[in-house]
């Protein structure tokens, strides 16, 4: 390895699963000074936060644990990235310089201004902020009391089961199907799960409105609920398009297939922030950890003087727990597609429990040893050539 004199200054934005492991991936060269800018002093462990609200788990995890030596943390908001001069803006007043940068900002809880109440009265279990505000509010509330989660994704699906399991009364709303990521098979048998413990599933049900102490539906059904979850998608944060870099309808950072930026050479995405060819991957801690290895091995390409390796990332399906004894393993194609399988019961619940310890297990191990994460390859990706992919409107 041919090391630089001066070091290579290397910013990372985000903490999450995919700028933890690209941080600690990119020790790999010794000549190199990484920074990485979170907003928290501790890392989030994301998948396990509808645990910490119904008190059954928790999410916080030392970033002493996770980090290796010489990765320098930050705890500021990233205001702005100024590409001219190669900066990173701070809430702080302070500015951090770089030679590269990773994109890892993650993604937040899509809160719709179109419904009115939602900002006003529904709580969200995306951020950890929003979830303690959620878990507060819970453990003030009578057992009896009515809670509505709206959303019937993977986090709508396990927060409702979470609070279902502790006897508390919980009404599902869909706006369309049950868990519509799974098999009809895997679909089934959440739909059992949550009839056996009680739990009122309004499917084709949209909300309208929610108020301090019920929903409103399409319908025009007024239904009680003293506390309402709104669980309905995903969004990004809108720093890149601050910044005048080129992005996608939902804001992900559009790159080519080496997760370049299509603006900059000197930036890199990675998780669920980036949408490499305008066709990004599915939001979710399995693909976060490797496309932040990814992105760090096209630094370090960049750096050597080499030519960056296109993402590649082959699917092997989801997990959706139901409580702390039952889940759903789906199973998948490379390509992400479901397959008519899914391992569910005691058996899913340890595969769940195994997958999330090696979330933060990964990011360990990387800390450790940099360069040792490996995931499954072979995903078929659009025939997207890199030079036309840097070229997309």
């Known amino acids: 390895m041919t090391e630089h004199s001066t070091p290579h200054k290397i910013v990372v934005i985000g903490g999450g699963y995919a700028g933890t492991i690209a941080a600690n991936r990119m020790r790999m060269r010794s000549d190199v000074d990484i920074t990485l800018v979170n907003p928290r002093p501790a890392f989030v462990d994301r998948i396990r936060l509808h ?32 590409t001219a001069a190669r900066t990173v803006e701070l809430a702080s007043g302070r500015a951090l310089d770089y030679d590269y940068l990773v994109y890892a900002v993650g993604s937040t809880g899509a809160i719709p201004s179109a419904v009115p109440g939602v900002a006003d009265f529904a709580f969200s279990v995306a951020e950890f ?31 409702a089961a979470e609070l ?13 199907t049950l868990a519509p990521a799974l098999s009809a098979p895997g679909r089934r048998s959440i739909a059992k799960w949550l009839s056996r413990h009680d739990v009122a599933v309004l499917e084709a049900a949209a909300v309208t409105e929610v108020r301090s102490d019920a929903i409103v539906l399409s319908d025009g059904t007024v239904h009680p609920s003293a506390l309402t979850i709104w669980a ?29 930026s299509v603006d900059d050479d000197r930036i890199v995405a990675a998780g669920d922030a980036a949408a490499p060819s305008g066709q990004p991957l ?61 391992v569910g019961g005691r058996l899913g619940a340890a595969i769940k429990e195994l997958t999330c310890r090696l979330g933060v297990g990964k990011i360990r191990r990387e800390a450790q040893k940099p360069g040792s994460l490996f995931w499954p390859k072979g995903g078929p990706r659009p025939e997207q050539p890199v030079a036309a992919a840097r070229g997309l409107a």
């Open 51 to 82: 645990q910490f609200v119904a008190g059954t788990g928790e999410a916080l995890v030392d970033y002493g644990t996770l980090l290796g030596d010489g990765v320098r943390l930050v705890v500021d908001d990233a205001t702005r990235i100024d």
């Open 129 to 159: 902020e929003s979830a303690q505000r959620l878990r507060t509010k819970l453990e003030a509330l009578p057992l009896d009391a009515p809670v509505t989660v709206a959303g019937s994704g993977l986090t709508g699906v396990e927060t």
């Open 164 to 176: 279902a399991e502790q006897g508390r009364a919980v009404t599902l709303v869909c706006a369309g």
């Open 232 to 260: 309905g998608g995903f969004g990004v944060p809108e720093l890149a398009a601050a910044s005048g870099l080129r992005t996608d309808a939902l804001g992900r950072l559009l790159t080519d297939e080496t997760l370049t």
């Open 282 to 342: 599915r939001m979710s801690c399995y693909a976060a950890g490797p496309l932040g290895a990814q992105a760090a091995d096209t630094v370090l390409s960049r750096i050597a003087g080499t030519e960056p390796a296109a993402i590649n990332l082959a699917f092997t399906g989801s997990c959706t727990s139901l409580g702390r004894h039952a889940a759903v393993r789906q199973i998948a194609r490379k390509d992400d597609s479901v397959v008519n399988a899914y």
